[in-house]
């Protein structure tokens, strides 16, 4: 089954950010990439194949408005996975906050969602995400333990739907390491986003980011860690969060970019009397999975698709 969580994804990974004996340049992050359309998503998982890598496929509220459907996307996640049993992929329901339809994300099949309380007090935050924990943790059509869950200790500046974060306030709010093995301890989560200086969407200058903090956090949790906020984040600074044991990187703003210059780009080169969708929109789907294998590169988990499925049984 190549529709599997995202505990179960990032296994492999987190067991190599864990293990101090192995070769840093052996580490590798999963790439988690948000969609908003079913060729979208198709290009992601293609992109997947190409370099025999695993793949995080991400929901936005936004796209999900857009969608109209949590079912819709459940059951085009277990078409895609039926079409590509060789890619190990997961469904992720991105920044969620509203428990109900989070649980609801749960019932339809996602394989993890993200409950994002990360705005609110401390112990709001661990009781939503707590629950959020239990109910997925029993309650997914796949079977015990069908659907994981990742949750956010401190804020990302930045547009994400939903969330609209100042940089002031972020600036403030990095990860406290002091409260990471609390948070996890007593959420029972299986990942968590941490806020280390990334921001979503474009960045007006190269982020800063806190690696002094990431060491830290790293040593203060065996769960597995999530950056987000990958659109423009510099090269050498995604393979430093890699060796220092980050297990999941979230890009979404630039992957929308890429696939909308190809649109773009198809749209000029057509003649006015092309009116054929899949001419303007498969280039769109190529692009998304050219870019997909080369970020796979670059977050090293190309070719791990066996090690990840392997980890499983
Ligand atoms: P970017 O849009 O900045 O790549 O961030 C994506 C993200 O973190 C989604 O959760």
Known sequence: MPLITMKQIMADSLKKALDPSVDTKERYAVGA???????????????????????????SLGALKYIGSLELVAYTARGIARQYPEVPFCLHLDHATDLEMIKQAVVAGFTNVMIDASQEPY??????SKEIADFAHKHSP????????????GMLAGHEDNIHVSEEDAGKAYTDPELVADF???????ALAVAIGTAHGFYKAAPKIRFDLLEEIRRKTD????????????????????????????????LKKVYTDAVREAIKSLPESEYDPRKIVGPGRKAIAAEIASKSELFNCAGKAEAVLKSMY
């Open 33 to 59: 990439f948000n969609f908003s359309t079913i060729p979208e998503m198709v290009g992601i998982v293609e992109g997947a194949r190409e370099v025999k890598s695993p793949v995080i496929l991400m929901l």
């Open 123 to 128: 112990e709001d935050n661990v009781r939503k």
């Open 142 to 153: 796949l079977g015990l333990n069908g659907c994981s869950v990742e949750a956010e200790l």
């Open 184 to 190: 996890v301890e007593k959420t029972g989560i299986d």
């Open 223 to 254: 769960t597995a860690l999530v950056l987000h906020g990958g659109t423009g984040v510099p090269e050498d600074d995604f393979r430093k969060c890699v060796a220092m044991g980050m297990s999941k990187i979230n890009v979404g703003t630039g």
